[in-house]
């Protein structure tokens, strides 16, 4: 998990800040993941696939990112992993949605979805200067 | 790490179904292990599956490995990341496998609990009584014994007395030119005080009330370190000063908690004091029930009480002087007091002679050996109860042994095993100790309420917390020890020997035939002890209650009427007085008779002195005797026969010829009446020195001094004769004596306003009262006694009946050959009997020395009677034989067949 945190330097004028930012990301990822969950059980592999051509590459900036949070939704008990074997007749790890995982995706979309309607609308409101604007 | 040093379990190539349904954990290092390939293997998947993916898209192999990787990232930053998420979730796992097997524990013990219900309710109610007992006599001998005095540095402060020589043991007060040499010529006290209790009369601003003071001289606040509620305490400046500092309770029953109180002028006995502080509700110096403390004005202004060095009435507190031990100041005072004796040899003791005694034993110094008695009485009761919970649970573990040699052959481990029967225990302990705490509350509550005339300070009990888990603990570690008997047998590896042979492993059942009866011999012996001196004092307490007081106390309600010395300075106000009241109360409706002494059967008489009997040897001691006044309806309120001669009359006034009514063993014993008592009629005593009485009566004993005491000679005189302004009142009663206490609070105040009517009580209450430390005692005691039975009863029970079920088979036999049931009858009871014979025969031994601590607690019984050891041990016996009865009983009436057949 720290590992993943990026590198704080002692010069970082807002620490919490990236914090946030970090929680954001993780959050929408996971939400992500337990999406790409819901059309049954699946590796690793085909999640990042999934989340990659869901999201246009926007997400996942490294592959690996995947993995922790699949741990990490595991140890929430939101999906299940077992071992079994893939299309091409290897040992792959496939990763399954509990209850619990299903019930949390179904009590965050909402949420999300309007947060991200609503930031998406502020920001396409033209600014007087016409500064900051997404690109 | 290549040495796997884990479980041998986790070699064994079981399914996880059978891992998991036996509740094989693997270790923790194992796991870890497990996890870091997994986790490998996993990214190794991703990385093939993406190298594939951009092979087929035409990547050359290297380039295809290489582009998996950077868009994998940092492969082993990712590792970790995931190891220690699923390291995280192997300790949430651990935990919650953890609390869960601990809850599947409890419920199965519960379980296993519930299956024996008949054991389990006599294991719980042992152990709560167990622990509620010790825990509510230990809260009490803490509270009372140990807990601090609420003083400051409570270990510096001593009570000192004078202790002449010949009689080192006794505490003689000390006079005030004593104390002031005292103080200025010692060293070893930073602080002393000198005090004496006094009553006053409250007036003004509401009722007149008699209030209990303290009169002390000396810095008050610094001697016993405490804080005043508001204003100040009493101190040196005050040796000449009218000045009070008020109790809290008073300051708010009386004064309304007045903020502003300090400098206020209050009247007591007719003379103003100043109001210069209030002290705090926990303040109980010089008393239980002192209302307040003031200067010393009355005692240093007053030629006799402040200048005799003769007159020894005040008790001296002092704190020790940083670094003096009690021992380094007795010395000195000793030597102090000596060198008084010496200069001052007519008004001194012979000799001299100090006792400087810790305030805290000085304070409960009486109630420590019944305290420390009923502590040791309550510890065997706890010892019972423990012996009896072995008993209980060494029964269970025997008859399960079959099924946990099952489960450890299933594959559960010993540990598992171990943990099981520690569970069990352990939730017995914890039921049968929940059990017991609110009977340890309901126990203080009856102690206090029991023992509160004769205990000090045990309004203020609490239980004790650390008492409660002292005495569970003690429990849940008999429960613990003995659980673990046939757990470590399990571990062993006895168990398979165990299913083989059932239940009727032969050498394990005769060494835990052993040990059962180790048990049994124990319990016999601790109860019979403790039945033992619980017979002693019961049969003492009843020859007390049967002690004849020589008056009729029910139906006379009694109560003290002070009058101020100072408004009824003349004896003939005194005697105006009290004879109007007299007859004011007599002609309320429902009173039949009224009568004034200044004693209070059975326990208090005002003062003793000498008299000198007309015709007998003048020079030789003169014998001294209670003198008391009382009037001429006192001996026919109380009921007192006057068994020769007259009582009192109103003829017997001042001015009329001096006469007196001595008792029955004044007469005998000073006046030779013998057989007659009229013999002692016309004599003539003197208590005064110059004045002749004649005797004109004599009455039958009263006790004075307490049931437990042998009546001493006793001479009445006329009030009339000698008025007093205090005297109290007995008023015989058509009804209830409590009711009439209006009715004649309202004729005293029609008389004076401002004559207080005070300590109320029906004269019963007052003869029960006096007998208060000697029935706390024996209820305890009794108590006590009886569960220590019913202990040693349900052990004897569970014992004989395990016999029995051991020795079905051979029952069975010895019937199948003939033999009659008598027979069998006899030889299971008889054999039951044996350890409660050795038991009975350690008890009485036990008893017999151990009774020696009784002695001072019992009236008029031997400590050492052999009736009562006698009746004890046949109780037990008999009991003990009933308890084996019952399953002897059933053994014989068992079908010899089916005995035979059963397993």
Same mark, same amino acid.
């Given at each position: 998990?720290?590992?993943?945190?990026?590198?704080?330097?002692t010069?970082?004028?807002?620490?919490d800040m990236?914090?946030?930012?970090?929680?954001v990301?993780?959050?929408?990822?996971?939400l992500?993941?337990?999406?790409?969950l819901?059309w049954?059980p699946r590796?690793?592999?085909?999640?990042?696939?999934w989340?990659?051509?869901?999201t246009?590459?926007?997400l996942?900036?490294e592959?690996?990112?995947?993995?922790?949070?699949?741990?990490?939704?595991?140890r929430?008990?939101w999906?299940?992993?077992?071992?079994?074997?893939?299309?091409?007749?290897?040992r792959?790890?496939?990763?399954?949605?509990?209850?619990?995982?299903r019930?949390?995706l179904?009590?965050?979309?909402?949420?999300?979805?309007?947060?991200?309607?609503?930031?998406?609308?502020?920001?396409?409101?033209?600014?007087?200067?016409?500064?900051g604007?997404?690109? | 790490?290549?040495n796997?040093?884990?479980?041998?379990?986790?070699?064994?190539p079981?399914?996880?179904?059978?891992r998991?349904? /036996?509740?094989?954990a693997?270790?923790?290092?194992?796991a870890?292990k497990?996890? *870091?390939?997994?986790?490998?293997?996993?990214?190794?998947f991703h990385?093939a599956?993406?190298?594939?993916k951009?092979?087929?898209?035409?990547?050359?192999?290297?380039?295809?490995?290489?582009?998996a990787?950077?868009?994998?990232?940092?492969?082993?930053?990712?590792a970790?990341?995931?190891?220690?998420?699923?390291?995280?979730?192997?300790?949430?796992?651990?935990?919650?496998?953890?609390?869960?097997?601990?809850?599947q524990? *409890?419920?199965?013990?519960?379980?296993?609990l519930?299956?024996?219900?008949l054991?389990?309710?006599?294991?719980?109610?042992?152990?709560?009584l167990?622990?509620g007992a010790?825990t509510?006599i230990?809260?009490?001998? !803490?509270?009372?014994?140990?807990?601090?005095?609420?003083?400051r540095?409570?270990?510096?402060?001593?009570?000192?007395?004078?202790?002449?020589?010949?009689?080192?043991?006794?505490?003689?007060?000390?006079s005030?030119?004593?104390f002031?040499?005292?103080?200025?010529?010692t060293?070893?006290?930073?602080h002393?005080?000198?005090?004496?209790?006094?009553? /006053?009369?409250?007036?003004g601003?509401?009722?007149?009330e008699q209030?209990?003071?303290?009169m002390?001289w000396?810095?008050?606040?610094?001697t016993?370190?405490?804080?005043?509620?508001?204003?100040?305490a009493?101190?040196r400046?005050?040796?000449?000063?009218d000045?009070?500092?008020l109790?809290?309770?008073?300051?708010?029953?009386?004064?309304?908690a007045?903020?502003?109180?300090?400098?206020?002028?209050?009247?007591?006995?007719?003379?103003?004091?100043?109001?210069i502080?209030?002290?705090?509700?926990?303040?109980?110096?010089?008393?239980?029930?002192?209302?307040?403390?003031?200067?010393?004005a009355q005692?240093?202004?007053?030629?006799?009480?402040?200048?005799?060095?003769?007159?020894?009435?005040?008790r001296?507190?002092?704190?020790?002087?940083?670094?003096?031990?009690a021992?380094a100041?007795?010395?000195?005072?000793?030597?102090?007091?000596?060198?008084?004796a010496?200069?001052y040899?007519?008004?001194?003791?012979?000799?001299g002679?100090?006792?400087?005694?810790?305030?805290?034993?000085?304070l409960?110094?009486?109630v420590?050996?019944a305290?420390?008695?009923?502590?040791?009485?309550?510890g065997?009761?706890?010892?019972i109860?423990?012996?009896?919970?072995?008993?209980?649970?060494?029964?269970r573990?025997?008859?399960?042994?079959?099924?946990?040699?099952?489960r450890?052959?299933?594959?559960?481990g010993?540990?598992?095993?171990?943990r099981?029967?520690?569970t069990e225990?352990?939730?017995l302990?914890?039921?049968?100790g929940?059990?017991?705490v609110?009977l340890?509350?309901?126990?203080?509550?009856?102690?206090?309420r029991?023992?509160?005339?004769?205990?000090?300070?045990?309004?203020?009990v609490?239980?004790?917390?650390?008492?409660?888990a002292?005495?569970?603990?003690?429990?849940?570690?008999?429960?613990?020890?003995?659980?673990? *008997?046939?757990?470590?047998?399990?571990?062993? =590896?006895d168990?398979?020997?165990?299913?083989?042979d059932?239940?009727?492993?032969?050498?394990?059942g005769r060494?835990q035939?052993?040990?059962?009866?180790a048990?049994?011999?124990?319990?016999?012996a601790?109860s019979?002890?403790?039945l033992?001196?619980a017979?002693?004092?019961?049969?003492?307490?009843?020859?007390?209650?049967?002690v004849?007081p020589?008056?009729a106390?029910?139906?006379?309600?009694?109560?003290l009427?002070?009058?101020?010395?100072?408004?009824?300075?003349e004896?003939?106000?005194?005697?105006?007085?009290?004879t109007?009241?007299?007859?004011?109360?007599?002609?309320?409706? =429902?009173?039949r008779a009224?009568?004034?002494?200044d004693c209070?059967p059975p326990?208090r008489?005002r003062?003793?002195?000498?008299?000198?009997?007309?015709?007998?040897?003048?020079n030789?001691?003169?014998?001294?005797?209670?003198?008391?006044?009382?009037?001429?309806?006192?001996?026919?309120a109380?009921?007192?026969?006057v068994l020769?001669?007259?009582?009192?009359?109103?003829?017997d006034?001042?001015?009329?010829?001096?006469?007196?009514?001595?008792n029955e063993t004044?007469?005998?014993?000073?006046?030779?009446a013998?057989?007659?008592l009229?013999?002692?009629?016309?004599?003539?005593?003197?208590?005064?020195g110059?004045?002749?009485?004649?005797?004109?009566?004599?009455?039958?004993d009263?006790?004075y001094?307490g049931?437990a005491?042998?009546?001493e000679?006793?001479?009445? !005189?006329p009030?009339?004769?000698?008025? /007093?302004?205090?005297m !109290?009142?007995?008023?015989?009663?058509?009804?209830?004596p409590?009711?009439?206490?209006?009715?004649?609070?309202?004729?005293?105040r029609?008389?004076?306003?401002?004559?207080p009517?005070?300590?109320?009580?029906?004269?019963?209450?007052?003869?029960?009262?006096?007998?208060?430390a000697?029935?706390?005692?024996?209820?305890?005691?009794?108590l006590f006694g009886? +569960?220590?039975?019913?202990?040693?009863v349900?052990?004897? !029970?569970?014992?004989v009946?395990y016999?029995?079920?051991?020795?079905?088979?051979?029952?069975?036999?010895r019937?199948a050959?003939?033999?009659?049931?008598?027979?069998v009858?006899?030889?299971?009871?008889?054999g039951?009997l044996?350890?409660?014979?050795?038991?009975?025969?350690?008890?009485?031994?036990g008893?017999?020395?151990?009774?020696?601590?009784?002695?001072?607690? +019992?009236?008029?019984t031997?400590?050492?009677?052999?009736?009562?050891?006698?009746?004890?041990?046949?109780?037990l016996?008999g009991?003990?034989?009933?308890?084996?009865y019952?399953?002897?009983?059933?053994?014989a009436?068992?079908?010899?067949?089916?005995a035979?057949r059963g397993?």
């Amino acid at each position: 998990m720290q590992s993943m945190r990026p590198p704080k330097s002692t010069t970082d004028p807002a620490p919490d800040m990236s914090d946030s930012e970090l929680n954001v990301l993780r959050s929408s990822l996971d939400l992500v993941i337990l999406k790409a969950l819901t059309w049954g059980p699946r590796h690793g592999y085909a999640v990042a696939e999934w989340v990659e051509e869901a999201t246009g590459d926007v997400l996942l900036l490294e592959e690996g990112t995947l993995y922790p949070a699949l741990h990490r939704l595991e140890r929430k008990g939101w999906v299940t992993a077992e071992w079994g074997v893939s299309e091409n007749n290897r040992r792959a790890k496939f990763y399954r949605l509990t209850p619990d995982g299903r019930a949390q995706l179904r009590a965050e979309t909402p949420t999300w979805l309007r947060h991200a309607e609503g930031i998406a609308r502020a920001l396409r409101i033209a600014s007087p200067e016409g500064a900051g604007e997404a690109a | 790490m290549t040495n796997d040093r884990g479980h041998p379990w986790d070699r064994l190539p079981l399914p996880e179904g059978v891992r998991r349904a /036996f509740r094989l954990a693997v270790g923790p290092r194992r796991a870890l292990k497990d996890a *870091a390939r997994d986790v490998d293997d996993e990214i190794a998947f991703h990385l093939a599956m993406r190298e594939q993916k951009l092979r087929a898209a035409g990547l050359p192999p290297e380039a295809a490995r290489a582009a998996a990787r950077r868009r994998f990232g940092d492969v082993s930053r990712v590792a970790d990341a995931c190891l220690s998420e699923s390291a995280a979730r192997g300790r949430e796992h651990s935990r919650a496998e953890l609390a869960a097997s601990v809850r599947q524990d *409890a419920r199965f013990a519960l379980r296993a609990l519930r299956r024996t219900p008949l054991a389990t309710a006599a294991a719980l109610l042992t152990l709560a009584l167990g622990v509620g007992a010790t825990t509510a006599i230990f809260s009490v001998v !803490y509270g009372v014994l140990v807990r601090p005095l609420p003083y400051r540095d409570a270990d510096r402060l001593v009570q000192l007395w004078e202790a002449p020589a010949p009689a080192r043991d006794q505490r003689i007060p000390v006079s005030v030119p004593t104390f002031r040499d005292w103080r200025a010529r010692t060293r070893s006290f930073s602080h002393t005080v000198a005090y004496a209790t006094n009553l /006053f009369t409250l007036t003004g601003g509401g009722t007149p009330e008699q209030v209990r003071a303290v009169m002390a001289w000396g810095d008050v606040a610094a001697t016993l370190g405490v804080r005043p509620l508001i204003g100040r305490a009493p101190d040196r400046r005050d040796e000449r000063e009218d000045v009070v500092a008020l109790g809290e309770a008073l300051w708010r029953r009386r004064y309304g908690a007045d903020p502003r109180i300090v400098g206020r002028g209050i009247a007591m006995n007719g003379r103003p004091f100043t109001v210069i502080g209030v002290m705090p509700a926990s303040f109980h110096f010089g008393g239980p029930d002192i209302d307040m403390w003031t200067g010393y004005a009355q005692i240093l202004t007053d030629p006799v009480w402040g200048g005799q060095r003769g007159r020894r009435f005040q008790r001296v507190v002092a704190r020790l002087a940083p670094g003096v031990t009690a021992a380094a100041a007795a010395r000195e005072l000793d030597a102090v007091s000596r060198q008084l004796a010496r200069e001052y040899p007519e008004a001194s003791s012979p000799g001299g002679g100090v006792a400087v005694v810790p305030l805290r034993e000085q304070l409960v110094g009486d109630v420590r050996p019944a305290l420390l008695v009923l502590f040791g009485a309550v510890g065997c009761v706890l010892l019972i109860a423990c012996a009896n919970v072995a008993h209980l649970l060494l029964a269970r573990a025997t008859a399960r042994e079959r099924e946990l040699a099952v489960r450890a052959a299933l594959g559960a481990g010993r540990r598992r095993v171990a943990r099981q029967l520690l569970t069990e225990s352990l939730v017995l302990s914890a039921l049968g100790g929940a059990l017991g705490v609110p009977l340890a509350y309901a126990g203080v509550r009856a102690l206090a309420r029991l023992g509160a005339d004769s205990v000090p300070n045990l309004d203020a009990v609490r239980v004790d917390g650390w008492a409660l888990a002292f005495t569970a603990a003690a429990v849940a570690l008999t429960g613990l020890l003995v659980g673990l *008997a046939p757990a470590v047998r399990a571990a062993r =590896g006895d168990l398979a020997a165990s299913v083989r042979d059932g239940a009727r492993g032969a050498s394990q059942g005769r060494r835990q035939g052993r040990v059962r009866a180790a048990l049994v011999v124990a319990e016999v012996a601790l109860s019979l002890v403790l039945l033992v001196g619980a017979a002693l004092l019961v049969r003492s307490y009843q020859r007390l209650r049967a002690v004849d007081p020589g008056f009729a106390p029910d139906g006379v309600l009694t109560a003290l009427a002070a009058a101020s010395p100072n408004k009824y300075r003349e004896p003939e106000r005194q005697r105006a007085l009290f004879t109007e009241l007299t007859e004011r109360i007599a002609a309320l409706p =429902g009173v039949r008779a009224v009568g004034l002494c200044d004693c209070m059967p059975p326990d208090r008489v005002r003062q003793s002195g000498s008299v000198l009997v007309e015709g007998a040897d003048r020079n030789g001691d003169l014998p001294t005797v209670e003198q008391t006044r009382a009037d001429a309806g006192y001996f026919a309120a109380l009921r007192v026969p006057v068994l020769a001669g007259r009582a009192f009359t109103g003829a017997d006034r001042a001015g009329a010829p001096p006469v007196a009514v001595v008792n029955e063993t004044f007469a005998r014993r000073l006046l030779g009446a013998g057989a007659d008592l009229s013999r002692a009629l016309g004599r003539r005593i003197q208590m005064d020195g110059v004045n002749w009485m004649t005797v004109v009566g004599v009455a039958r004993d009263v006790h004075y001094a307490g049931l437990a005491a042998p009546v001493e000679p006793v001479m009445y !005189y006329p009030f009339l004769q000698d008025p /007093f302004p205090g005297m !109290y009142l007995f008023v015989r009663t058509a009804g209830e004596p409590a009711r009439m206490l209006g009715a004649v609070r309202r004729a005293a105040r029609a008389l004076d306003p401002e004559l207080p009517v005070t300590q109320a009580s029906p004269l019963d209450a007052r003869v029960e009262e006096s007998i208060a430390a000697p029935r706390f005692q024996t209820t305890l005691l009794a108590l006590f006694g009886a +569960v220590a039975l019913a202990l040693a009863v349900v052990g004897v !029970y569970g014992v004989v009946a395990y016999g029995v079920a051991q020795r079905k088979r051979e029952m069975g036999v010895r019937l199948a050959l003939g033999a009659r049931r008598g027979d069998v009858l006899r030889l299971v009871v008889g054999g039951a009997l044996r350890p409660v014979w050795v038991g009975v025969a350690i008890g009485l031994a036990g008893a017999a020395a151990g009774a020696r601590v009784l002695t001072r607690f +019992v009236y008029d019984t031997s400590v050492r009677e052999p009736g009562t050891y006698a009746a004890v041990a046949l109780l037990l016996v008999g009991v003990a034989a009933l308890a084996s009865y019952l399953p002897a009983r059933r053994a014989a009436a068992a079908d010899p067949v089916g005995a035979l057949r059963g397993d």
